[in-house]
């Protein structure tokens, strides 16, 4: 499966080193969303955790700019340099699987920035946490997995 990056930073990307229409603008925070059907391509197609199933869920706030980023420098992609953790998942019904994970613009709904596939798919039982170690969410540079 592979990982990727939404149309919209593609297109962003291209016009800012090509020229353009467009000004691509970082956003100063991104959302991690958890998924229990992977994107597949930069226009969609995940499908978000349900919060009827895991009833505290979340997406995450990520700071995406400045001193407090969770990104190391670019070296044939970008990681996360610290741990993200989600709270501990109140689960009621049938255990979620997670299998993928998208970065967005916004708390809910937005524009998909990046996605890519768990190495390993997640079962989440109720009080789990959920946890990308150090160096486990990464973003290929060359948008394939």
Do not use: C
Request: net charge negative.
């Amino acid at each position: 499966m592979a990982s990727g990056y939404g149309q919209a930073v593609l297109d962003g990307v291209l016009d800012t080193i090509f020229g353009g229409n467009t000004t691509w603008t970082r956003e100063g925070s991104l959302w991690l969303a958890l998924l229990t059907t992977a994107h597949t391509s930069g226009s969609g197609g995940g499908t978000e955790v349900s919060t009827g199933v895991w009833t505290n869920y979340a997406r995450l706030s990520l700071d995406n700019d400045g001193a407090g980023t969770v990104w190391a420098a670019a070296d044939a992609g970008k990681w996360n340099s610290s741990a993200i953790e989600f709270a501990a998942a109140s689960i009621t019904g049938i255990a979620p699987v997670i299998k993928g994970f998208a970065l967005m613009t916004a708390s809910s709904g937005g524009t998909i920035r990046a996605f890519g596939p768990l190495y390993v798919d997640q079962t989440i039982s109720n009080g789990n946490v959920f946890r990308f170690a150090s160096g486990d969410l990464y973003l290929y540079a060359n948008n394939e997995a």
